[in-house]
């Protein structure tokens, strides 16, 4: 369930002031291209400026799309929907681990259980990287590999599930982009079996931490399942059309009438 007290925080700051008597930020705007295999492109602007972010999805239809607000300040995302004029709140942690957290329940339920071993995580310094978006990057590379094993009913299957997950990442050294919590969500979304270990989640966040902060230009994630004869799934999440923007602090606000919605949070990934 989701805290009703991470609502004010956020509130506090986005009605702080009229949209008239505000002066506009300097920040920066880009564009997000996430596209994976049997799967529609995602493409989402992004506008960011003093520690606060709007996330709107490309238009697929008429009507108005939902987007998001991220205060990296308070650690929060409000997935705000015009369509139900409703919003929902939620820490950006919970947020960028929603498929684990779905997950989580299912095995807490007792019905399914998950047990990871032989965890290897091997994070690595490639050197330079093509320019992206104008900017020059380094590579860099964290390789996840597991033995996930599945059972029902406390029985847990002799057979495990080999996996290996590659993400290589593509940073400016140069640039300040904070991180982006839909795009740790999407590049999360393959390792989500393992994200039910806690020491799982620990440890691949402090070997990434290890190589670089921030948000990357370029994420490839390239994940194989079995002993290696299987095809490999792969899911890229680039940032284009990168520039400095005078942003109206407006856009960061719920607009009136709104209700919170309480309960879990979902979002659909294809």
Known sequence: MISPRLAPAFLGLAFAASPAAAQAVQGQRYTLRMTSEGASEIIATVREGNGRARIDFERSHGGPESYILVNHGTGTVVFVRPEEREYTVVDDTTFERIVGKALRMVTQSGVVQV???DVRITPERLG???PIAGRPTQRYRLTQEYRAYVGAFGIVGDEPVHQTVVTEYWVSPRLSLPRNPLVELLAGVETALAQKSASFVHRSAAARDSL???MPLRIVVTARSGSGDEPTKE???????????????AIWTIPRGYKQRQGDFSFEIN
């Open 212 to 214: 670089f902060r921030g």
């Open 235 to 249: 899911r890229r999440i680039e940032v284009t059309d990168l520039g400095p923007a005078e942003l109206d602090p």
């Open 128 to 130: 330079a990287g093509e």
């Open 115 to 117: 047990q990871l071993r």
